[in-house]
């Protein structure tokens, strides 16, 4: 059975990391006379290597989102896109018999169907989309063309 002093003995003293060259046992940078010893605390120099290895990371983030960056304005662009097509209005236009056309905005195919019974028209586009009446004109005076010039 061991005694109590054989026993303090045995546990193992803690490595002394700051200053671990010192050789004249100082406990602490002012006390030692060793020229050329790191004091620096070791939990200090861990930090600043997590710092160093964090601040890489960073820096390797920031090329990966200078990467996706042209990636992301082509979605944007496909966003924009969308939001502009939403923003349309949906219509639908007859070329009278006289030639002339009216454009109407379209709510259901009912308008059509009436058009097309009341036999006043000679074409009847639609629906389509457009921006607001003016554009919904162009737009079936050159469906009209298209298709005349397709049966021509
Ligand atoms: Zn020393």
Known sequence: MKDK????????????????????????????????????????????????????????LQEDIVALGDENDDLLAEIDRRDKLEGL??????????????????????????ARENGSAKAIYGPFRALHEPMALVIIQEMYQRDNSINN
């Open 5 to 60: 002093l054989s026993e303090a003995l045995s546990v193992p003293v803690p490595k002394k990391r700051a200053g671990a060259r010192c050789t004249c046992g100082a406990y602490w940078q002012g006390e030692c006379g060793c020229s050329g010893v790191d004091w620096t605390d070791p939990e200090l120099v861990d930090l600043r290597s997590e710092v160093a290895g964090l601040k890489r990371d960073m820096e390797s």
């Open 89 to 114: 209005s949906e219509w639908w236009g007859q070329v009278h018999i006289n030639g002339s056309f009216t454009v109407n905005r379209y709510y259901n195919d009912g308008d059509l169907y009436k």
